[in-house]
T-cell receptor, first 111, second 112 residues
C-alpha cells in the first residue's frame, strides 16, 4: 500500500524566515497531494492550494510536486507566529481516496 | 456555509463499552470518511461511506462499524472499547469520493 514519509518532524524558524516541509510517496498515481494545517485542539484544515505538477503559489504559500522523484513539498515564506501548527502532507492511496498521511511536522515560528 | 460538524466534542468511556460518534458533512458533500488520530500521529483511515454504503475500509477490526444516512450524515460505532481506542476521531467530507476532503474538529475519545 501507499506509504508517505514526511520531514522534518519538528521545525523552528524565526519570524520572517522561510519554512520548507518535504514528503515522499510510494505508489500514488494522483496529481493532487493535499496539505493540512492542524492547530492544537482542532481538526486538520485543508490548505487550499493545488500543485498538480510543478509549482503553485498563493501569496506566502507554495506547493511543489515532482512525480518523477515521487516527492512534494510545502514552502511558507515570511513566516508569522500564526503559522505555528502541525502540518500534514497526504497522498491518495488508490484512485483518489482514501488519504494516507505523513506523521506531521510541528512548525514553531519564534517572534 | 456550515463546515463539517462532529458530536460530541469530548467523550469518556469505560473499557468494554460501546460508543457512537456523529458527523454532518459540509453542505453539498455526499461522501464521509472517518479517521483515527492517535496523539502525535497523522490521521489513519478507518472507512468511507458514499451512497449509504461502505466503499473502502482501512486496517481496523470489525469492532469499528459505521452508517451513512440519506441526508449524508454518518455515524461511527465502536464496540468493546479498548484502552488503545483512545484517540481523536475525525470525520472528513468530500464530493463524490473526491480527494479534496474537509475535516471536522474531531471527537476526543478517552477510554478508561
Amino acid at each position: 500500500g501507499e506509504n508517505v514519509e514526511q520531514h522534518p518532524s519538528t521545525l523552528s524558524v524565526q519570524e520572517g524566515d522561510s519554512a520548507v516541509i518535504k514528503c515522499t510517496y510510494s505508489d500514488s498515481a494522483s496529481n493532487y497531494f493535499p496539505w493540512y494545517k492542524q492547530e492544537l485542539g482542532k481538526g486538520p484544515q485543508l490548505i487550499d492550494i493545488r500543485s498538480n505538477v510543478g509549482e503553485k503559489k498563493d501569496q506566502r504559500i507554495a506547493v511543489t510536486l515532482n512525480k518523477t522523484a515521487k516527492h512534494f513539498s510545502l514552502h511558507i515564506t515570511e513566516t508569522q507566529p500564526e503559522d505555528s501548527a502541525v502540518y500534514f502532507c497526504a497522498s491518495p492511496s488508490s484512485g483518489n481516496t482514501p488519504l494516507v498521511f505523513g506523521k506531521g511536522t510541528r512548525l514553531s515560528v519564534i517572534a | 456555509d456550515a463546515g463539517v460538524t462532529q458530536s460530541p466534542t469530548h467523550l469518556i468511556k469505560t473499557r468494554g463499552q460501546q460508543v457512537t460518534l456523529r458527523c454532518s458533512p459540509k453542505s453539498g458533500h455526499d461522501t464521509v470518511s472517518w479517521y483515527q488520530q492517535a496523539l502525535g500521529q497523522g490521521p489513519q483511515f478507518i472507512f468511507q461511506y458514499y451512497e449509504e454504503e461502505e466503499r473502502q475500509r482501512g486496517n481496523f477490526p470489525d469492532r469499528f462499524s459505521g452508517h451513512q444516512f440519506p441526508n449524508y450524515s454518518s455515524e461511527l460505532n465502536v464496540n468493546a472499547l479498548l484502552l488503545g481506542d483512545s484517540a481523536l476521531y475525525l470525520c472528513a467530507s468530500s464530493l463524490a469520493m473526491n480527494t479534496e476532503a474537509f475535516f471536522g474538529q474531531g471527537t476526543r475519545l478517552t477510554v478508561v
